[in-house]
């Protein structure tokens, strides 16, 4: 479908066209519509659907029409990281181009000066603020922000909100809002404790259902069935082999992003860490140093995997296995991201890990390439994931190998 041929004003058509937005995406074409209409939603939809354009575009064209308060905050929209809520403002700072509609972002991990910037943006009645839900929080309670004219209320990525123990202060927030606020869910994935909280937040909503996307073919996937201390090695030997360039390993833990990185720098490597420990302007200029070029290795969690286009990544190193199968898409979507792009990405799973690996495999229909370790790294156990189902971290079953490695002359 085209978007010229939804319900939208003349000057957010002006907007697309601008952009080259042509074709509604299957999320847009489905969800647009409904939100025109006014009534709740609950998507369910990955990064790269498109999904962020499906509920700012009907928002922008309900509040381009001048019936609402102005000098007032009419929309709230809730991402879970900072990366995510500065994309969602310079899209609507795009879409907006040719609309009179104004937005802020606000979220933590910022100085004085930028708290102050937020703070004057929210007290000035903002049509569109998007914001973190701690640091929204926080306005809140010094009573800096208004919500008596809110008439949309968004939560993107949710089920990563509740992941990351936002549930208490979301549901704070919904308090303050109008009764006849309409609110907009979208997740990635559609758990329990998303339905519990879409049956207490929404009002006799639409559902909208995209089939969980698999990786593209262009991305070429291999896995290295290996004991946890031979990680290390396998990374340095495929190093040595072909240097580093435009690389992101992943690791779901922040203290062992820290630890690779550390191990990597002393091996001479160009790298840096992205985690949350970081301060905002940190991470800012980690991104900006990848991007450019200006470092090769980027170890990161996964706040890194969603909403965060990096174009030209050549491989993605996934150091341990993701929590679910959607993760694991979202990790190695990274890669293969420029038009007619290839990509790789390798896994690296233990013997702990060979029982979830097993079941990113059933969910991607598809048996990963193993790559034999190297004989030079030592022994690698056999992939029986059934069979190590109950093993323990530290505790993997048969003959353990050897910590020695030498890098091939």
């Known amino acids: 479908m085209r978007f010229d041929e939804l319900e939208l004003e003349d000057a957010v058509l002006d907007g697309l066209d601008a952009m080259?937005?042509?074709?509604t995406t299957p999320v847009q074409e489905l969800t647009i519509?409904?939100?025109?209409?006014g009534k709740d939603v609950i998507a369910c939809a990955q990064t790269g659907t498109g999904k962020t354009a499906a509920y700012v575009l009907p928002v922008i064209n309900e509040l381009s029409k001048g019936k609402h308060e102005a000098n007032a905050i009419n929309a709230i929209i809730m991402a879970p990281t900072r990366e995510l809520a500065q994309q969602i403002d310079q899209q609507?700072?795009?879409?907006?181009y040719f609309i009179p509609v104004s937005a802020v972002a606000i979220y933590g991990g910022t100085d004085g000066i930028a708290w102050e910037q937020q703070k004057r943006g929210v007290e000035?009645?903002?049509?569109?603020?998007?914001a973190t839900p701690g640091r929204l929080l926080s306005h809140m309670k010094l009573g800096n922000i208004d919500f008596s004219h809110v008439s949309f209320f968004i939560l993107d990525e949710a089920d990563r909100m509740l992941d990351m123990g936002f549930f208490d202060d979301i549901m704070s927030i919904y308090k303050e809002l109008p009764q006849n606020c309409q609110t907009i869910m979208f997740s990635a994935t559609m758990p329990p404790k998303i339905r519990t909280l879409a049956k207490t937040i929404l009002k006799n909503p639409e559902e909208v259902k995209i089939a969980?996307?698999?990786?593209?073919e262009s991305?070429?996937?291999?896995?290295?069935?290996?004991y946890e201390p031979q990680k290390i090695a396998i990374l340095q030997n495929l190093f040595v082999q072909s240097r580093p360039q435009r690389v992101i390993i992943f690791s779901s833990s922040k203290l062992k992003v820290k630890e690779l990185a550390s191990t990597l720098k002393r091996l001479k490597f160009n790298v840096e860490a992205m985690h949350s420990d970081l301060e905002q302007s940190q991470r800012e200029e980690v991104m900006k140093d990848f991007k450019n070029g200006r470092v090769d290795i980027l170890v990161a969690t996964d706040v890194v995997s969603r909403g965060i286009d990096i174009n030209d990544i050549r491989l993605v190193v996934n150091f341990d296995i993701p929590h679910d199968p959607e993760d694991y898409v979202h990790r190695i979507g990274r890669t293969a991201r420029g038009t007619g792009g290839e990509g790789l990405a390798i896994t690296f799973v233990s013997v702990e890990e060979q029982y979830n690996f097993k079941k990113i495999e059933d969910f991607l229909k598809k048996t990963v390439y193993k790559i034999p370790v190297d004989p030079i790294i030592g022994e690698a156990p056999l992939y029986e994931p059934e069979k190590n189902r109950q093993k323990k971290y530290g505790k993997p079953a048969g003959k353990r190998p050897s910590n020695n490695f030498r890098r091939k002359q």
């Open 219 to 226: 991305i070429m996937q291999t896995a290295y069935i290996c």
């Open 212 to 216: 969980i996307s698999r990786p593209p």
């Open 33 to 37: 519509p409904i939100i025109l209409e």
């Open 20 to 23: 080259n937005f042509l074709e």
């Open 124 to 130: 000035m009645g903002a049509d569109i603020v998007i």
């Open 92 to 96: 609507i700072e795009g879409f907006t």
